[in-house]
């Protein structure tokens, strides 16, 4: 009977065991489908950290999902205060927002769904589901994967390691690695809310264009504009400076490199437009949004367009490839593309 006893405690201590032991990457992973699949909606609060150039730079990102296919995704630059822009894609499509220079782009494009994004749930449960080559591991506080990143037209960075919180299965960290598997983007989550409340106006353009969500208030008038300083790429793929020319278009002062080489290419630079009152209706853009770090612009397969500290800049080639179209852009603001 002792025996019997013996045996019966010996099995509850397995028992116990076996219950506190770290769920299998394949539970790990079938979890981690319902809870996206199931999700109604979520609020976060990230910080992206670029670690290449001299210094390390830092930017806030708040990001707001409903179901049905509706994103806001805020971008706040401490160091351009003007430039902050939400992304948006609601049931009229997806739009590029600057609230501070009154302007809006409309995209005919698959955003979010075309490419990795580090800083949206979703994506990264995909990103994980579609790698069956990723690699997983536990630690005491996380389940951790390392898979495939899919960028369009970009192998710079082609891996990425994600954090799961073991309790709620929601991210935690992200780090984007280049080839040597060194870390370039990394993205911390402060908060994530699970099911939030959202009212109808959250996701328009009007209300966001205002100003109410995005911090900047809806009385604010632009800043006096300084003149225009030009900047130059570090990375121009053995092309040199041939050419600077200054010209005068519309009233306003306008700035155009040319350089030549194997790999030609011309950089357009001149003061952005601050208009009084937002436009009525968002400008139809070309391309597809694209994350530099530091700002959104368009990229098409040969040209790059973006907006960055009151500065509208123009990257156009028809002999640079479209990545190398993003390593020479990137390098004109001493950054990295993520």
Not at 83 to 92: A, E, F, H, T
Not at 142 to 160: G, W
């Amino acid at each position: 009977m002792k025996r019997f006893a013996g045996l019966i405690v010996f099995a509850a201590f397995l028992f116990l065991l076996a219950g506190c032991s770290d769920a299998s990457r394949e539970e790990v992973v079938q979890k981690l489908e319902e809870t996206s699949a199931e999700l109604q909606g979520y609020k976060a609060e990230a910080t992206m950290k670029l670690n290449t150039g001299e210094e390390q730079q830092a930017y806030g990102i708040d990001i707001w999902y409903q179901k049905d296919d509706q994103y806001r995704v805020l971008l706040k630059n401490d160091a351009d205060e003007q430039g902050s822009q939400v992304i948006l894609r609601n049931k009229d499509g997806v739009f590029v927002l600057t609230p501070a220079l009154r302007k809006s782009f409309k995209f005919q494009s698959e955003w979010p769904y075309n490419s990795s994004q580090p800083y949206l749930y979703q994506s990264l449960v995909q990103d994980v589901l579609k790698d069956g080559n990723a690699t997983f591991e536990t630690t005491e506080e996380h389940y951790v994967f390392q898979t495939k990143t899919t960028y369009q037209n970009n192998t710079t960075l082609p891996y990425q390691e994600i954090y799961f919180n073991k309790k709620t299965y929601t991210p935690e960290l992200v780090k984007v690695l280049d080839k040597d598997k060194k870390p370039m983007v990394e993205v911390t989550f402060s908060a994530f809310k699970l099911d939030p409340k959202f009212t109808e106006k959250d996701f328009e353009l009007e209300n966001n264009m205002t100003g109410s969500l995005s911090g900047v208030p809806a009385s604010a008038t632009p800043t006096e504009q300084q003149g225009l300083t030009v900047l130059y790429p570090t990375e121009t793929v053995g092309a040199t400076l041939a050419e600077e020319k200054e010209v005068s278009a519309d009233g306003k002062e306008r700035v155009i490199l040319t350089y030549e080489g194997e790999k030609s290419f011309t950089l357009i630079q001149e003061l952005a437009d601050v208009s009084e009152i937002a436009p009525a209706a968002a400008t139809p853009a070309s391309g597809e949004p694209f994350s530099l770090g530091f700002t959104v612009g368009a990229i098409t397969s040969s040209s790059l367009t973006w907006t960055h500290n009151g500065v509208d800049y123009m990257l156009a080639s028809e002999e640079l490839t479209r990545e190398e179209i993003q390593e020479v852009a990137a390098s004109i603001n001493g950054q990295a593309m993520k």
